[in-house]
């Protein structure tokens, strides 16, 4: 057992409390990043390496064919196990934006592919359920049941805002228990069905949930009703019959009070370790224990915590999560110390046996674990293949330093590009922000202003232009004028120029002779008198 301090290299500002940590293919993965995704990393996820007592972040990608994926504080994430004969993949439900929406979706998450230099890109899409759906949430736990040869997911537990109808202005952002219920969907056609059990009578959240089989367990959790942490323990228990799925609950005595625990699983056996979380809103829970589920149930052992350092121990508050099998990524807040630049201390604990100081110096600078599937070491930066290049020309070179995420890199959006105040009553805030047209997805539409020599960009949204009028300004030739530069919100174009008459010289008319004379003699001109007479 160690705990092992860490120097989060140009990143601390990114993680932050209901983060997630997610394994997949060997990588760890930071998922509900702060703000809004930047430029650098669009997808919000970042690979975690540790190397040397250092902790950088490198940006993931994503297919062509995924969807957006917002980063998402305190959702239910379910990781389906290979252990449990599952392919490896994580479904997100729910969680909080960073505009403090609550998120009523559900994405399935997985590997897509490896380039030639063992980058991993990632496939997310969203998976409709239909019937009984669950309602946004944030704060609850989902859970795979197996039984009968079925694998179904289970949801319990959460909160959410008030209903519509009983929020007002001074209780607007107030939030409540979601009703007791259990919703059980299929993961194959997405049939969700709601189950209200006579044993789960209050409403609880961030609670640990830990599933084995047709079994789950949910202990502790805290409820806003009661505003309390009750030692509850249930074991919900789950029959996926042919026709309709039977579910029962049982109440079980070996409890505790605990809340927003961090899990971690030690390996293919239903071992799990549970560390931190909160005893009350003024007290962490600063022991240790082992939870085994086996075929009789549930075991709850005490299992000796770490040498807790000062920082740690008068903090009020600490979040983390699971980096692998017995190992978790601990975090605490510097409480307002203006000589610490980093928002948080990082500290790396591992419950794994001790083993020798060099397999554990591999271990570390890999930070990738071997599975049943492969028990090939993965490869190190060093030994990726970089083609067309000499060997002598990467003994200087460093690992990752062209990918590693370095938040100075970042610009300042609130001063310079989309973040900027366009105008005096310009209301867009980066950190409020949300998409208002269809064709906006991380920053806001903006339009340029032709008014004087260089003109100026302003948002579209605070010109009240609507999405058919930007879009014809945008693929016309027209220029346009902001308001407060005498422009109209209902605009077709620029306000018609005057158009001055062409002036038309006319053309200079020939000179024209008088009547015609014909010049004829006496004798011609009697006969035609006498001709016409």
Known sequence: MTLQPLTAVNCAGLLQPGCSLLQLDGEILLFGQKGWPKRSCPT???????KHGEMKLRAISFSNDSCYLPPLRCPAICRLDPYDGLAESYLIHGGRTPNNEISSSLYLLTMDSRGCNRKLMLRCKEKELVGEVPGARYGHAMSIVQSRGKTACVMFGGRSYMPAGERTTERWNSVVDCPPQVFLFDLEFGCSSAHTLPELSDGQSFHVALAREDCV??????????????PRLFRLHVELLQGSPLLSCETLESGFSISSAIITRTGPSHRYIVLGGYQSDSQKRMECSTVILDEKGIH??????PKWTPDIIHSRTWFGGSTGDGCILLAV????????????????????????????????ACSQESTDYDNSTPLEDSEELYFGREPHELENSSDDEGDTYNEEDEEDESQTGYWIKCCLGCQVDPNTWEPYYSTELHRPAMIFCSKGEGGHWVHAQC????????LKLSQGSKKYFCLDHGGL?????????????LRRTPMKVKERNGALIFKISPTKKSFFKRLFD
């Open 217 to 230: 367990y949910f202990i502790g959790g805290h409820s806003i009703t009661s505003d309390s942490r009750p």
């Open 489 to 501: 919100p209902y605009q077709e174009m620029t306000p018609p120029r005057q158009v001055i008459p």
């Open 44 to 50: 919000g996820i970042f690979s975690v390496r540790f």
């Open 463 to 470: 010109m009240e232009l609507s999405e058919t009028l930007l």
């Open 300 to 305: 709850i052992e005490h299992l000796e915590p």
């Open 333 to 364: 807040p510097t409480e307002g110390r203006p000589s610490q630049p980093d928002v948080h201390y990082f500290y790396h604990v591992s419950f794994q046996q001790e083993k020798g100081s060099n397999e554990e110096e591999a271990t570390q």
